[in-house]
């Protein structure tokens, strides 16, 4: 198969986005928009060498990026220069002479799906230039400077251009020397076509494919991509806890102190009930247990609220990308009758485990005057949670 190089136009200043670094940095769901785009260039068989032209100042930056995205190895990026047209020209003459086509596309337009930039491509393959673009759905309006309409455009034969554009490399290269011969400035590649007579072919795309040029843009795009993306791994954990009841000790259960003439004994306040929920969700997401964490010999665990115990966990499941989808708890105890402390209790799990109160059910049991709990020597808990990945 004849292999395409893209050349990602990455030089704008982005300036409607009203950020302080390009728009190619921006981030759709945690990751770099031109990470995104580079992304799905990367997912195309008939795609080989990319060159991402950035601006100058931003080089050192954007081969930064890719490296830590681990897309450096395919990938090219040199300096552009102040219009497209002149990125572009800089990019056209990194690409090695024997490369039969080009694809040039937008840095913004992370949304492009590599069935699109195949479709593109082939179109082009077969006759020697074409753009991925829509057809116009909206009326359009000639608007005068004193917002009054002028008159309506006829819209039947308009398309809006979008990327990628892709042609034949030695086509692209006579058009961009003729363009410059003119002093002709155009807008994307297909204009840089017409302008010396060559036939261009649209591609019908996606209006999906997004370009993103104001803030505004930003959480259409996340939508979008939140729609493709496949639905959260899951992992289940499990988590089990007894104390001691001790006399001169506070009852703390949930992260509430329980009025009753005994407590729990421990080296943290013992809240038998968060320390289960903590070994749940640190199994959910292989990460051993509690005592590993939160030694026992280690005095600034003393006396500590459990609960900031569970919200450190809850960082450590975010760090490896996990969130808690739901807590499923059971206090075993003879007394006191815990019911009515649930929903203050559920309040203080749910804020430490950043997730509605309605995700943390709490459940209270007796064993029947059975064991250690029906004798009333201790108190357990048993948790069981699913986590949820969502990976950036
Ligand atoms: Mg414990």
């Not at 921006?26 to 799905?40: F, M, Q, Y």
């Not at 306040?269 to 320390?275: E, G, K, R």
């Not at 943390?360 to 108190?379: F, P, Q, V, W």
């Amino acid at each position: 198969m004849q292999k395409a190089t893209a050349i990602i136009a990455a030089g704008g200043a982005g300036l409607r986005m009203g950020t302080t670094t390009p728009k190619q940095f921006s981030e759709l769901l945690g990751v770099p928009l031109l990470i995104h785009t580079i992304r799905a260039f990367r997912q195309v068989p008939a795609i080989g060498a990319i060159i991402v032209v950035a601006p100058a100042e931003y080089r050192e930056l954007t081969s930064a990026l890719l490296s830590q995205y681990q897309l450096d190895d395919h990938c090219t990026v040199v300096s552009g220069g102040k219009l497209r047209q002149d990125s572009v020209r800089i990019g056209l003459a990194q690409v090695a002479g024997d490369c039969p086509l080009v694809a040039v596309h937008d840095g913004a337009r992370p949304l492009i799906t590599p069935k699109d930039i195949q479709r593109c491509r082939d179109a082009a393959a077969i006759h020697g230039a074409a753009i991925m673009a829509v057809p116009v759905k909206d009326t359009l309006k000639a608007v005068g400077a004193d917002t009054a309409i002028r008159h309506t455009v006829e819209r039947e034969s308009l398309w809006q251009a979008q990327t990628p554009q892709v042609v034949r490399t030695d086509l692209l290269k006579e058009a961009f020397a003729k363009a410059e011969q003119d002093d002709f400035i155009g807008t994307d590649e297909a204009s840089i076509l017409e302008h010396g007579g060559w036939p261009v072919m649209v591609v019908e795309g996606s209006e999906t494919n997004l370009k993103i040029t104001r803030p505004d843009d930003l959480p259409m795009a996340e939508a979008i991509l939140m729609q493709k993306q496949p639905s959260p791994q899951m992992r289940i954990g499990h988590g089990f806890d007894a104390h001691r009841l001790v006399a001169g000790r506070p009852l703390v259960l949930g992260g509430m102190k329980i009025p009753h003439e005994l407590g729990l004994l421990g080296h943290s306040d013992a809240d038998v009930l968060t320390h289960a929920l903590c070994d749940a969700i640190l199994g959910a997401i292989g990460a051993g247990d509690i005592g590993r964490h939160f030694p026992d010999s280690d005095p600034q665990y003393k006396g500590i609220s459990s609960i900031k115990l569970l919200a450190q966990v809850i960082g450590l499941a975010a760090a490896k990308q996990f969130r808690l989808a739901n807590a499923d708890i059971t206090v075993v105890a003879e007394r006191p009758k815990l019911a009515s402390h649930f929903p203050a209790m559920q309040k203080i799990l749910a804020e430490a485990c950043q997730v509605e109160p309605n995700a943390i059910n709490l459940k209270a049991s007796t064993t029947e005057k059975m064991g250690y709990t029906g004798r009333e020597e201790g108190i357990s808990a048993h948790a069981v949670v699913l986590m949820a990945n969502q990976p950036h």
